[in-house]
């Protein structure tokens, strides 16, 4: 029986051990317990969406509701 695995991995040299790169980094760094400062494979992970291509909503007055 074969077990085929979509996901894109890559050798971490930190954690020791393949990692999946279709996560974001901070995501791979809460799974492994990773303090690193430099990830090595920081440029290959997925980037948050939210990030990119939509800006978090302006912060709104105490008080103030969405209908304002």
Known sequence: MSIFFDSPIEYCPIAKRYVLIDQTQESCARDMDCHALNCP???????PIRA?????????????????
């Open 52 to 68: 990119e291509n939509n800006p978090p909503p302006a912060p709104r007055e105490p008080g103030e509701t969405s209908e304002s």
């Open 41 to 47: 494979l920081a440029r290959y992970f997925a980037r």
